[in-house]
């Protein structure tokens, strides 16, 4: 099956017509207005040559008049990758040489440079991939353009955005020219631009009707005849949204903070990880006397602080609470959020954030308490920690009896239904962290934060830091086994250790002591190092690497723990003759957190030892599934909720598709470069719906096109074909069309003097995470090559520094 017609291209033949196809031949069948046509599948592309007799009579059935000849690859309009332009149309095409000229372009461009990158970026294997192309009628239009049914910038799913310009839509969609923009909102308006009030109403209605039928935003394609006739020429998912918050009964917005930056962690979390993350999370919080919902947002944990927004006590001290853990860019959207009318104090009915009962009243005894007996005496306090985090080591470990898939779900269930209490770990942790804040007040006017921040540097009892000195001690020690262990790949290294073939070099015993941790370690899904020391090995390699004495990790704390000390001594006697009681109340602080504050790390640290047993009986139990053929691979349990796998041992429940699915989510979100510090129940993200800075010396205005904010080196770039762009680099030119987009693989951020948010170029930039400001004036006149440069995508500006 060489050509079919455009109306019989349908979901289930996707391997044979491609998404465009697919796509178009869904909106024939709803009845939508779409030019005629034809698709030649892939079983031609596979043939390798074009069926000229074939493609002859179907154009000839279409008139033989002037056609669009249009891509369909297989990885094409998918929900997860747009592939917005990284394959070949050609329009105005007329007569049986030049159709099949075309048909040949679009064949050579599915391993073009550019859709060879942007499927390596997504993982996609291009040796699976075919094309399929699309032949339409030519619609000669007025005015042309791109309708978003969700606001690609912001993540509103309750407003649309629509670009437009006269004639072709490809000045929209190439970004090669200014276009008028308008965002849909339910408002009626004034005509403006090339498209009337009725223009916009019709789009607004399709676009409802189309995110109804296909049940996901949609970026659609347009075009309106000089009969004023409107035609859609594609319809596929929006593929660069972040997940929307799940929906509530509640009438007014909600607002959710991410919680997983606070552990350095922006990727998502396996479905497993997930439950045990938000457990010990609400937990925690409630230790605080904080009750807060931990809600899973694209694999990432949100807080839902709408309570606590909206409550006249808590809102108070809301955002400076926030400076510990989250940062000023939290602390921004929080306050943008508290300045919004809709997050306005609320009276009567409950409050999770309200006021305090007698649970919470009994926490906040315990935790005055706890921490004024720390800062008494916090050398008991810390013997203390470590004692309990020795107890919970010991206390996590499981019974030798589990012999059972059934055993060894009791005592998952057990460990994650446990109440322990912490308040030996935690209010010494909590005293070192107050110790150390609470300074930069007291001494505003006599000391400055960096040096303040000298204080509080080579802090001591950190677990971490001791880490990585047990490491570097480790390299230090490796004598003869130097060559080896530089030379040797770090997963060859590690396949070695496993197997017992490898040189003594002291990684048994570190593993021994550190091996319950590792990269994301918070997430009971990711392998340990002590399942997978590869990242060891890399790093023990590194180590290796450093030739200068001075430049050793344990030199530099050393050097860290002096400027430390010289700075705290002086700081305290200058704080003491300026303002005696403020000087002496910060020395204490700042002595007791010298003493305090390296525990932070210890409650996360004990908290890994019962994740730790917590995944080996879980794979355990998956190597059981595994072995009924319930799963197929042991780690796969890793994407099943607990009650799942209750159905599956004692129930014979099979849960590979729900795990397939999952598996296929969770890669996609792996590939997400930028994650939102806040969402809105209506799915903006806040920080880039906040009002853009004013633009002052040395900043260029622009609009913002994909948010973020990088720092870099610019290199202005007029032809890609000939660019050199280091990574790191910002990317500044006057335009991008498809062809650029390989550089944006390297490049950390994009200027452009014209496009729009949807061309080619943003929508390719939001897809691979990297801010992208468009429209800035002599963008590259302005800025030369090597200048350092602050894009900011989310307000739109350019520092050139």
Not at 178 to 206: F, I, K, N, P, Q
Not at 450 to 466: A, D, K, Q
Not at 490 to 495: G, K, N, R, S, Y
Not at 641 to 651: F, I, P, R, S, Y
Request: charged share 20%; with cysteine.
């Amino acid at each position: 099956m060489y050509v079919i017609p455009l109306s019989e291209a349908t979901t289930d033949l996707l391997d044979l017509v491609g998404g465009k196809a697919a796509g178009l031949g869904e909106l024939i069948r709803r009845g939508e207005r779409v030019p005629e046509g034809f698709c030649v599948t892939t079983e031609a592309h596979r043939l390798g040559v074009v069926p000229a007799a074939d493609v002859v009579a179907a154009y000839q059935r279409l008139g033989a008049g002037p056609v669009a000849v249009r891509s369909s690859a297989t990885a094409e309009d998918l929900p997860d990758a747009s592939f917005a332009g990284q394959q070949d149309t050609v329009l105005n095409v007329t007569g049986d040489t030049e159709l099949i000229a075309a048909i040949e372009k679009c064949w050579a461009s599915l391993h073009s440079d550019r859709a060879t990158a942007y499927r390596d970026a997504r993982q996609i294997d291009s040796r699976h991939v075919r094309m399929a192309v699309v032949v339409q009628r030519m619609i000669t239009p007025t005015v042309a353009g791109v309708l978003f049914t969700a606001n690609p910038l912001t993540g509103r799913r309750d407003e649309m955005a629509v670009d437009a310009s006269p004639g072709l839509g490809t000045t929209v969609v190439d970004g090669a020219a200014t276009v008028d923009h308008y965002v849909l909102d339910g408002v009626s308006r004034a005509d403006t631009g090339c498209l009337t009030s009725a223009h916009l109403a019709d789009l607004r209605a399709t676009g409802e009707r189309l995110q109804a039928h296909f049940g996901c935003p949609q970026d659609i394609e347009w075009a309106i005849d000089a009969q004023d006739v409107r035609w859609l020429l594609q319809s596929r998912p929006i593929t660069t949204l972040f997940p929307q918050p799940p929906a509530t009964d509640k009438p007014l917005p909600r607002v959710y903070l991410e919680f997983g930056h606070v552990q350095g962690m922006l990727r998502p979390v396996t479905p497993m990880g997930m439950a045990t993350l938000r457990t010990q999370i609400t937990a925690m919080l409630a230790a605080l006397g904080v009750r807060v919902e931990i809600v899973d947002i694209g694999g990432r944990l949100y807080g839902d602080l709408t309570d606590l927004a909206r409550d006249r006590s808590s809102r108070k001290r809301l955002v400076k609470l926030m400076a510990v853990d989250f940062g000023p860019r939290a602390q921004a959207v929080m306050q943008h959020v508290l300045d919004d009318p809709r997050f306005a104090p609320t009276n009567g009915g409950p409050r999770r954030g309200g006021a305090p009962g007698a649970a919470s009243l009994r926490t906040a005894r315990r935790a005055v308490v706890g921490i004024l007996r720390a800062l008494a005496r916090p050398d008991t306090a810390r013997i203390r920690v470590f004692e309990a985090v020795e107890q919970l080591r010991t206390r996590s470990i499981a019974p030798a009896d589990l012999r059972t898939a059934a055993d060894r779900l009791r005592f998952v269930r057990a460990t994650q239904d446990a109440d322990d209490s912490a308040d030996a770990i935690m209010w010494p942790i909590v005293a070192g962290m107050l110790a150390a804040a609470l300074p930069a007040a007291l001494l505003k006017g006599l000391a400055g934060p960096n040096e303040i921040h000298t204080v509080l540097g080579g802090m001591p009892h950190n677990v971490t830091i001791e880490m990585d000195l047990a490491l570097w001690r480790l390299a230090q020690g490796a004598g003869e086994h130097r060559r080896l262990l530089l030379d040797t790949p770090p997963a060859e290294l590690a396949t070695r250790y496993l197997r017992g073939t490898l040189p003594d070099i002291g990684m048994a015993a570190f593993l021994g002591a550190y091996g319950h941790r590792g990269v994301a370690e918070v997430d009971l899904g990711v392998p340990r190092w002590e399942e997978d020391p590869t990242p060891v090995f890399a790093a023990v390699a590194n180590y290796l690497r450093v030739t200068d004495p001075l430049q050793g990790p344990d030199e530099r704390f050393r050097q860290a723990a002096a400027a430390a000390e010289t700075a705290l001594a002086e700081l305290i006697g200058r704080a003491r003759r300026r303002r005696p009681v403020r000087g002496t109340l910060a020395g204490f602080l700042l002595r007791r957190a010298r003493s305090l504050a390296g525990l932070r790390e210890a409650g996360k640290f004990a908290g890994l030892y019962p994740l730790r047993e917590t995944r080996r009986q879980l794979l355990l139990i998956g190597a059981d599934l595994h072995g009924t053929g319930l799963l197929d691979q042991p780690d796969d349990i890793m994407f099943l909720t607990l009650d799942e796998v209750h159905a599956a041992v004692h129930q014979g429940v099979d849960p590979r598709a729900t795990v397939s699915s999952r598996r296929a989510v969770h890669r996609r979100e792996l590939r997400r470069r930028t994650v939102p510090v806040a969402l809105l129940s209506d799915g903006t993200d806040v920080e880039a719906a906040l009002p853009a800075t004013a633009a002052g010396d040395g900043t260029l205005a622009g609009v913002g096109a994909s948010a973020g904010r990088v720092t870099g080196p610019a290199r202005v770039v007029h032809d890609p074909g000939t660019a050199h762009v280091e990574p790191g680099d910002v990317l500044v030119a006057a335009t991008t069309d498809p062809g650029w987009t390989p550089l944006f693989l390297t490049a950390a951020a994009l200027v452009t003097e014209t496009g729009a948010v949807m061309a080619h170029g943003p929508t390719v930039a939001r897809e691979y995470g990297i801010p992208a400001v468009i429209c800035v004036p002599d963008a590259t006149r302005t800025i030369t090559t090597g200048q350092l440069v602050t894009v900011d995508g989310g307000a739109g500006t350019v520092t050139v520094h």
